[in-house]
């Protein structure tokens, strides 16, 4: 053996409990990397579940004004499952009883022709 090496292992004995307290550190930070990247994977599977299996999307966008015939190209784009074209808007709605007004979010899906336009459903209140 080389001096050098004996004197490593000299040093290394005398600071045991210093290198077993550097080799523990360092162990559990490798275990909480792992913990974490585990959990972090688990909740994406988990999330990705739930938008599939309750057909919630993935992207939403809000637009001014959209004419209704770019639905076709909409839909065309790849991995584009469905469009849907609904009036969404925010309206104060007055309860009865209720001194101050409620903020409602109300969503009027596209009408087939000869609806009544006024036929919309409350989401929230």
């Not at 290198?19 to 585990?38: N, R, Y």
């Not at 809000?62 to 190209?73: Q, Y």
């Not at 001194?99 to 409602?104: C, K, L, M, S, T």
């Not at 022709?113 to 036929?119: E, K, L, Q």
């Amino acid at each position: 053996m080389k001096a050098i090496h004996i004197k490593l292992w000299r040093d290394l004995t005398r600071l045991r409990a210093q290198v077993a307290t550097i080799a523990l550190v360092v162990a559990i930070g490798v275990a909480g990397f792992v913990g974490m990247f585990s959990v972090h994977e688990s909740l994406k599977g988990s999330r990705d579940a739930f938008y599939r299996d309750n057909r919630l999307a993935e992207v939403f966008a809000s637009v001014k004004r959209a004419p209704v015939h770019l639905r076709e190209r909409l839909a065309a784009l790849p991995g584009v499952a469905e469009v849907k074209l609904d009036v969404v808007f925010d309206a104060q709605v007055d309860l009865p009883g209720v001194g101050v007004f409620a903020i409602g979010f109300e969503a009027a899906p596209r009408a087939p022709a000869g609806a009544s336009a006024s036929a919309f459903s409350m989401l929230a209140a």
